[in-house]
T-cell receptor, first 113, second 109 residues
Framework: NAGVTQTPKFRILKIGQSMTLQCTQD?????MYWYRQDPGMGLKLIYY???????DKGEVPNGYNVSRSTTEDFPLRLELAAPSQTSVYFC????????????FGEGSRLTVL | EDQVTQSPEALRLQEGESSSLNCSYT??????LFWYRQDPGKGPEFLFT???AGEEKEKERLKATLTKKESFLHITAPKPEDSATYLC??????????FGAGTRLTVKP
């Protein structure tokens, strides 16, 4: 199993550009999450999904959008990138029998200039 | 306000020098407390889950303990390969997960 796979690993955007961070998991997990990690701060939840076709906002959703058309994929869309979106983004998955454990991807480092 | 605070922010140890990391929390209802290890440039990796005060979990040189207000991650006789950032996360009864900022541990040979 590859687990949770994120692409790209690194990206530099100009202010106002848009892009999509890809996330796919091969563990058949129902739950998927997007977090951002900033220096000196805990992981902050952006969006989450409890199953295909269902998404919901987390703590810091502004400037982002998600979709969940399949169990495996949970892309994160950044519209009109801003410097405040410079961060490391982590996708994670989990399941009802996972006892709360999150399985993380390796992260995508995004810089907005 | 519900929050999770980890201390110290950074810790430098000599190989073999035991110590503890702290995670204190204030949440309305605790469903579980999680410890993760994060290596540079990688995603967090699960270590332990604790559910109730008095519970302890061990894995190699690591032992996690839980009280009603805090958790400790004890590192006994650490090795350089234990160098990493250790994250604490608290899951509340409403399933919200709140992460601390982490403790960056460096173990020198």
């Amino acid at each position: 199993n590859a687990g949770v796979t994120q692409t790209p690993k690194f990206r530099i955007l100009k202010i106002g550009q848009s892009m999509t961070l890809q996330c796919t998991q091969d563990m058949n997990h129902n739950y998927m999450y997007w977090y951002r990690q900033d220096p000196g701060m805990g992981l902050k939840l952006i969006y989450y999904s409890v199953g295909a076709g269902i998404t919901d906002k987390g703590e810091v959703p502004n400037g982002y959008n998600v979709s969940r058309s399949t169990t495996e994929d949970f892309p994160l869309r950044l519209e009109l990138a801003a410097p405040s979106q410079t961060s490391v983004y982590f996708c994670a998955s989990s399941c009802p029998l996972c006892a709360g454990e999150l399985f993380f991807g390796e992260g995508s480092r995004l810089t907005v200039l | 306000e519900d929050q999770v605070t980890q201390s110290p922010e950074a810790l430098r140890l000599q190989e073999g020098e035991s110590s503890s990391l702290n995670c204190s929390y204030t949440v309305s209802g605790l469903r579980g407390l999680f410890w993760y290890r994060q290596d540079p440039g990688k995603g967090p990796e699960f270590l332990f889950t604790l559910y109730s005060a008095g519970e302890e979990k061990e894995k190699e040189r690591l032992k996690a303990t839980l009280t009603k207000k805090e958790s400790f991650l004890h590192i006994t006789a650490p090795k350089p390969e234990d160098s990493a950032t250790y994250l604490c996360a608290v899951q509340e009864n409403n399933n919200d997960m709140r992460f601390g900022a982490g403790t960056r541990l460096t173990v020198k040979p």
